[in-house]
């Protein structure tokens, strides 16, 4: 069964801090991951996506991907007040299947 | 540009009544839909996925059903909803592989 582990949080950092948000997935043929930001009371919208090892960097969003070790991870950089919300991990696998496994997702939390 | 519309907000049934949601998908031909709920505390469970007209794919059994009577509408209904049915029910599209739009979400209160 393919699994997508996030830690639930709440994750608090203050407001200009870097936070960090991993995901660990099962499945060792997936492809295709996701970030998804979710505020409170509204649907998740899609703000990252990375297919190759590395880094994948837009604007204050950083998307870290590392197939062997099988994490991905999200890092929001000089983190905002309004960046507060739940973040879900989405993992695509191969084989024809468009249908992602998501994570529960990570609720972080910007302090001013 | 491609835009997923989705109605109504907000719902309150009570037990025992029908429910008819509605998915439209603007700027795109035969795309990929899905519906799914996300219950309070929960994650998303992906209910009915279609790749085409008339073709539905059922992942949880249970007392909803869906259809899509054309390319683009996706439509999820029940007979008879059940307390357990409550819950944030989002429909969804995608191009393969390039993740998910997601439509504004029905929130569902039954009683």
């Known amino acids: 069964q393919k699994e997508v582990e996030q830690n639930s949080g709440p994750l608090s950092v203050p407001e200009g801090a870097i936070a960090s948000l991993n995901c660990t997935y099962s499945?060792?043929?997936?492809?295709?991951f996701f970030w998804y930001r979710q505020y409170s009371g509204k649907s998740p919208e899609l703000i990252m996506s990375?297919?190759?090892?590395g880094d994948k960097e837009d604007g204050r969003f950083t998307a870290q991907l590392n197939k062997a070790s099988q994490y991905v991870s999200l890092l929001i950089r000089d983190s905002q007040p309004s960046d507060s919300a739940t973040y879900l991990c989405?993992?695509?696998?191969?084989?024809?299947?468009?249908?992602?496994?998501f994570g529960r997702g990570t609720s972080l939390i910007v302090h001013p | 540009s491609q835009t997923i519309h989705q109605w109504p907000a907000t719902l309150v049934q009570p037990v025992g009544s029908p429910l008819s949601l509605e998915c439209t998908v603007e700027?795109?031909?035969?795309?990929?839909l899905y519906w799914y709920r996300q219950a309070a505390g929960r994650g998303l469970q992906l209910l009915f996925y279609?790749?085409?007209?008339?073709?539905i794919s059922s992942e949880v059994p249970q007392n909803l059903s869906a259809s899509r009577p054309q390319d683009r509408q996706f439509i999820l209904s029940s007979k008879k909803l059940l307390l357990s049915d409550s819950g944030f029910y989002l429909c969804?599209?995608?191009?393969?592989?390039?993740?998910?739009?997601f439509g504004s979400g029905t929130r569902l209160t039954v009683v």
């Open positions: 969804a599209w995608s191009p393969e592989t390039y993740g998910y739009t």
């Open positions: 499945d060792r043929v997936s492809q295709s």
């Open positions: 990375i297919y190759s090892n």
């Open positions: 989405a993992v695509n696998s191969s084989g024809g299947s468009y249908i992602p496994t």
């Open positions: 700027g795109t031909s035969n795309p990929n």
């Open positions: 279609s790749v085409g007209i008339g073709q």
